[in-house]
Structure formats: C-alpha cells, structure tokens
C-alpha cells in the first residue's frame, strides 16, 4: 500500500511538471519575444532573427537542427537544460551549423549580438 502510494505521487509530480512546460520544449519566439522575431515560416524552414544586447538573457527555449548566420558577434553564454555552461565567441559574418538543444542564452560581452538563425524541419 505505502509502495502505491509513492508511485501514485510520483506519477502526479511527473504530471505536473509535463502539463507546466518544463519538460516540454519551448518555442523560442513565444518565450523571447523582446530578442527573437520570426521572418518566414513554411514547410521546410523557419528563419528567426534575435538580437540580444549586452547583459540580456533570454529564457529557456529549443531548436531543431539550424543554421546560424552571425550578423554582429559577440561574447555569449549558453546555459544547457542539463545545467551545464559554454561560453563562446560568435564572429560576425561566420555561418554556423547547430544539432538540436535546448537552452537559454546570455551576452556576456560589451556588444550587442545579433543572428539569423535558420531552423530546420523534418520534411518525411
């Protein structure tokens, strides 16, 4: 009996972080729309511009596979669901490719960075 009761609370924990949004991904212009704007969106791309100031941070979102063209680069720190860290330095005119992740960024540098990115969508 005090076994099911552990897996049934369990259960309703699991429930409620799903229904909440933090296990789910989050689409990055719902949940930042002060730095990422939305350009095109058909049946094989999503193309988003962001732009994000020095000591602005965004909030935890997801991206498919992308393709990222650096407009201005700068210092940024990307925070991993995981809660791990990488700090990087994005050169302006660089194009970079990206695997799926979850994240949310930060500019930690003097600069504001601003990118295209180019989300790729599964076409099968």
């Known amino acids: 009996m005090k076994a099911h009761r552990i897996l049934l609370i369990a259960g309703y924990a ?10 789910l991904p989050q689409d990055a212009a719902v ?3 002060t730095t990422v704007q ?12 962001s732009t994000l100031n020095p000591g602005q941070k965004e909030k935890l979102h997801s991206h ?7 407009i ?10 995981d809660g791990t860290s990488v700090d990087s330095q ?12 979850t994240h949310w ?3 930690i540098g003097t600069s504001p ?9 599964d076409r099968t």
Do not use: C, W
């Open 113 to 121: 960075i601003h990118l295209i990115l180019t989300e790729l969508k």
């Open 14 to 23: 699991s429930i409620g972080l799903l229904t909440s949004g933090a296990a």
């Open 105 to 107: 960024a930060e500019n």
């Open 38 to 49: 939305v350009k095109l969106d058909n049946p094989s791309v999503r193309v988003l511009e």
């Open 72 to 81: 201005s680069g700068g210092k940024v720190r990307n925070h991993m669901a």
């Open 64 to 70: 498919p596979a992308s393709v990222i063209y650096v």
């Open 31 to 33: 949940v930042n729309p």
């Open 90 to 101: 994005l050169v302006s005119g660089a194009t970079l490719y990206r695997e799926p992740l």
